[in-house]
């Protein structure tokens, strides 16, 4: 039973709409969930990888999309909790600011992209770009990652419980990412760092909250060096 | 760039001149200067402002104003309509503007809080629109501002869909004038606690911003983006998009085949915060030859009009807001001359312009936040100098005066309404101007470049 | 900037339904590219036939009858006769027992302004201006049975939207390239291969990736040294789809922001820009659906 099926088990269809895109357009859902309050529940047939699903929720709402989603599934949500249970396209949850997105399959290049807040949950792989220019939100990934993952990322932490590919970290300021895996290679200023119990205390609670299970002890921390936050000719061959 | 101190003239040294010197007009004093401030320091020289270079420029034009074959308009009783719809493609809520010059898209920590709100009244007063910048919208910002722009970044510094929300329009920006195809870039100096909070970054560090935009790359990625943003605030706001003169042709047609309700095209005379000199003197084209180029594709596509085009970059009086309009402009946006308006380079600030190693009127290191005039600034006693409410009324005294000064022309070369200038109402004072303007030379029937006559 | 569909049918029993899967996939991509379209279908039966070269052609005024057409062209080939000429949407296909070279010279010498689209033993390229929709209509995509099929949608970057500026570039036997993205020095590689005697059809930057690719193979390269040689050679961003006559592949740049996604199952390969071209295809519920990781050649062939 995965962590989508407990919450299935747990929350009653009463009171659920539904939009099959099929017959139904994603303006008409995007829409309805613009104007629906906390705690409405809907659920989305027939998603077929169009874009946009579930972009700009801005309640604490439930959104279960049954199916592959398109580009920036999710985008900028806040408060909703959304699950799809395929693959996401480019983008998604991009610039989450709260809430929680779930994504059974894999995920497309971007994910979580400049996100401020709130946790993305790939339980699958994700592509490159994972989490650029990350801004507070949290990601956990239960594959592997692409490269060029969290470049430029600023704050929150990234999880992965598989491998990282070529420059993890590139540029990073002050996100922390755990890596349970091989790291094809580091970006500039990004370093392995001593995990201490601040941080598997943090890991375990990451892990708990995306419901997968790993040992946090057999992470390793990543993080920034600091030595190009502020500009200096001698790293010129960093840039 | 800081002036080097130059040579004390005493009363009885004679100058180069007179002793026979001949300077080289490839290294000049000012190359001689770079090269000496590069190799002491290591560090490519940085500044704020836009091209300093001579380029055929609005100078180079000049209107034929009526006189038997048409006929002009009373300047004082014949009305000429100003105002412009920006936005009506697909935006449920277009901006309604009374004049078509607005404000370029300016970041909270390139300039102060009180500068910004400055920006806000004095566009609001005038019945114009403001524009946010890198690093998100500021409460004191979209408080003053009746009609803001919302700016989309490649670093999303700020970006907050509630922002997006309350904005009037979203302008997504490819690139500026002043550096197409370059990220931002904002010294550790200007990141104050305030600045650094809006952009989730360390306080004091220096930051470099991204030049691509980092969950969409090319034009049909970017109309999924424009869709997404549309359905994220349900189809009302007007999508601008924004893009450094480079290619204007093609990228002018790619926005549009992308979605977007407006154009934005910055010429490269347009300002920056703080941009390498060598990309801001040498990358780009300048904005009149950039015009034509982005007009064309429009009327090619028959979305002249229809998909609105701002131009940006140079423009300093109301001959240049017509001149811009005659070439096809919906409407122009300006930043250094707004800057200009609320006491940027001021010479009442002569003396501390000087300490700096700068002089008024050559002032440009807006990257070290040390703006006597408090405007390019985030330090709390520099910007406390700048009042927002006395500088709001001079921008909107300086827009009035574009306006009417636009008004002037238009009136005389017969048109009730600035939409109306046309490029047959200017010919070209150089044979540079004129390939690029597209008009003919004065006194000829001649285009270089154009394979005809000129009408 | 575009759009990419393609579809390798590993099932004979499903090759008949080629086309008709195909056209579903285009039709999911025509925002990515509304100006133009272009398809190549190989070993198609009643187009194509081994031992006979076939010709796309575009630009023949249909002015011209076949049998003129027939007449012409017959008397300048070395067999004579044999010659067959058939009208397919904007496309003029024009077959005879003679190889491909042959007969492109004979078109060449006979109507200059023609352009050779498509050429080989195997392969039929159909390209327009025009939503991409009404492009496959025109052409009967949807009825065409064959063993593999590439489509492309254009949004024009910096040439014209013309038929012959549209994707695939099919420069030499039976080989086929399509392109999402931009290069940034083709330019110069255009200026190289020129001196090495290669001559060029447009200013399209992609024919350039074609032409590069077509030289490469001809120097001796297999299709995936070929790819990975151009990506030592053409910087910029791009994701290509390449068909030969037997195979097909894929490969992004290594920065990889152009997109691209793969369905893989017992029947078939497919490869788009987006999986909502993906999404309805038979057994897509359990198919191995992977995005191709930057700077690795994919191959697979039939």
């Known amino acids: 039973m995965t962590i989508i099926d407990l919450v299935e088990a747990a929350t009653p269809a009463a009171g659920t709409s539904s939009f099959d895109l099929d017959a139904d357009t994603v303006r008409d859902l995007n829409r309805t969930l613009h104007r629906a309050a906390d705690g409405e529940r809907f659920t989305v047939g027939n998603p077929g990888g169009r874009h946009s699903i579930g972009a700009g929720i801005s309640a604490e709402l439930a959104l279960d999309v049954e199916g592959h989603v398109g580009y920036y599934a999710a985008g900028m949500n806040q408060g909703g909790t959304v699950t799809i249970r395929g693959n996401a ?27 401020h807040g709130g946790l993305l949950v790939i339980e699958g792989n994700a592509a490159a770009r994972c989490g650029i ?3 507070g939100a949290d990601i956990v990934v239960g594959g592997n990652i692409g490269h060029m993952s969290a470049f430029m990322a600023q704050a929150g932490r990234m999880v992965v419980c598989g491998d990282a590919g070529e420059a993890l970290g590139d540029s990073i300021y002050e996100t922390r990412i755990y890596v349970k895996g091989t790291v094809a290679s580091l970006g500039a200023d990004c370093v392995a760092k001593e995990m201490r119990d601040e941080h598997r205390a943090e890991l375990a609670e990451l892990l708990a909250a995306a419901g997968l299970e790993h040992n946090p002890a057999d992470f390793t921390r990543y993080g920034s060096a600091r030595t190009l936050y502020h500009f200096n000719v001698d790293n010129s061959s960093a840039y | 760039m800081t002036l080097t101190a130059s040579t004390s003239i005493s009363g009885t040294a004679p100058s180069p001149a007179e002793l026979g010197l001949r300077e080289s007009a490839t290294f000049d004093r000012a190359t001689i200067s770079d090269i000496r401030r590069a190799a002491e320091t290591g560090i490519y020289d940085i500044r704020g402002w836009g091209a300093k270079r001579a380029l055929p420029h ?68 005038a019945g114009t629109s403001t524009t946010t910048g890198d690093g998100g919208m500021t409460p004191e910002e979209r408080g003053q501002s009746r009609n803001l722009v919302y700016q989309y970044l490649p670093s999303r510094y700020g970006m907050n869909p509630d922002d997006l929300r309350k904005a009037d329009a979203i302008e997504i920006v490819l690139g500026q004038g002043a550096k197409p195809g370059g990220g931002g870039m904002l010294l550790g100096q200007k990141i104050t606690e305030r600045v650094a909070g809006m952009r989730t970054l360390p306080v004091g560090i220096d930051q470099r911003s991204a030049s691509r935009h980092p969950d969409w790359t090319g034009p049909d990625d970017l109309e999924i983006k424009i869709a997404e943003l549309r359905e994220i605030t349900d189809w009302e706001k007007p999508i601008y998009v924004k893009i450094g003169a480079s290619r204007p042709y093609y990228d002018t047609a790619l926005a549009v085949k992308a979605g977007a309700d407006v154009v934005v095209l910055d010429g490269m005379q347009g300002g920056t915060a703080a941009t390498q000199q060598v990309f801001i003197e040498h990358v780009g084209i300048p904005t009149l030859a950039a015009i034509p180029q982005a007009v064309q ?34 409407a122009v946006a300006i930043g250094t001359a707004a800057l200009i308006a609320l006491g940027d380079n001021d010479p009442a600030y002569a003396d501390e312009y000087a300490k700096l190693g700068s002089a008024a009127g050559f002032y440009d290191d807006f990257q070290d936040g040390r703006d006597p005039a408090g405007i390019s600034t985030q330090d709390p006693e520099l910007s406390a100098r700048l009042d927002p409410v006395a500088a709001g009324r001079r921008l909107a005294n300086y827009l009035r005066v574009l306006t009417m000064e636009a008004q002037t022309i238009a009136r005389a070369c017969g048109k009730a309404h600035l939409h109306h200038l046309e490029p047959e109402d200017l010919v070209a004072l150089t044979v540079e101007s004129s390939a690029m303007a597209r008009v003919p030379l004065a006194g000829t029937q001649w285009i270089p470049g154009a394979g005809g006559t000129g009408y | 900037m575009c759009g990419i569909a393609a579809l390798q049918v590993r099932n004979t029993a499903l090759r008949p339904q080629m086309g008709s899967l195909l056209t579903g996939m285009l039709c999911q991509i025509i925002e990515r590219g509304p100006d133009s379209a272009g398809m190549a279908v190989y070993n198609n039966p009643d187009l194509v036939a081994e031992g006979f070269a076939t010709l796309s052609l575009l630009g023949i005024d249909l002015g011209i009858s076949a049998r003129d057409l027939e007449r012409v062209l017959g008397s300048s080939l070395p067999v004579g006769g044999g010659t067959k000429v058939r009208e397919l949407g904007d496309t003029t296909l024009l077959s005879a027992e003679v190889d491909a070279e042959t007969l492109a010279g004979a078109v060449g010498a006979s109507y200059p302004g023609v352009v050779v689209a498509g050429r080989g033993e195997h392969v039929t390229v159909m390209k327009s201006v025009g939503n991409p929709k009404d492009v496959a209509e025109r052409h009967g995509l949807a009825g065409m049975s064959g063993t593999q099929g590439l489509s492309h949608t254009r949004m024009a970057t910096e040439s014209a939207v013309t038929a012959s500026g549209s994707h695939p570039f099919a420069v030499a036997d039976d080989l086929c390239l399509v392109h999402n993205g931009s290069f940034s020095n083709h330019a110069s590689v255009r200026r190289e ?55 097909m592949a894929v490969v992004r740049d290594p920065i990889a922001c152009k997109p691209a996604i793969i369905a893989e199952t017992e029947d078939y390969v497919a490869i788009a820009s987006e999986f909502r071209a993906l999404a309805h295809l038979p057994g897509i519920e359990s198919a191995r659906i992977f995005e191709p990781e930057p700077g690795r050649v994919y191959t697979w062939n039939l």
């Open chain 2, 297 to 330: 594709a429009l009327q090619e596509l028959g979305m002249h009009r229809k998909v609105q085009l701002i131009v940006s970059g140079g423009i300093r009086n109301g001959a240049d807001v017509a001149k811009a309009m005659a070439l096809g402009a919906d």
């Open chain 1, 89 to 115: 396209g480019v983008g998604v949850a991009e610039n989450m600011m709260s809430g929680t997105v779930r994504v059974a399959g894999d995920a497309s290049q971007s994910a979580g992209a400049t996100a």
């Open chain 3, 193 to 247: 291969l020129q001196r090495l005697g290669v001559a060029f059809d447009s200013e399209n930057d992609t024919e350039v990736g074609a032409r590069y690719v077509a030289h490469r193979l001809s120097a001796g390269d297999d299709l995936e040294t070929a790819l990975t040689n151009l990506g030592k050679v053409l910087d910029g961003f791009y994701t290509l789809v390449v068909t030969t006559a037997d195979s």
């Open chain 1, 133 to 135: 220019s990350l801004k």
């Open chain 2, 58 to 125: 609005f100078d180079d034009l000049l209107f034929l104003g009526a006189s038997m074959s048409r006929y002009p308009l009373e300047g004082y009783r014949e009305k000429c309509g100003t105002d412009v719809v920006l936005g009506d493609r697909y935006a449920s809520r277009p901006l309604r503007l009374d004049i078509p010059v607005t404000i370029a898209g300016m970041s909270f920590g390139a300039l102060s809080a009180n500068a910004k709100e400055a920006l806000g009244r004095g566009a609001s007063a």
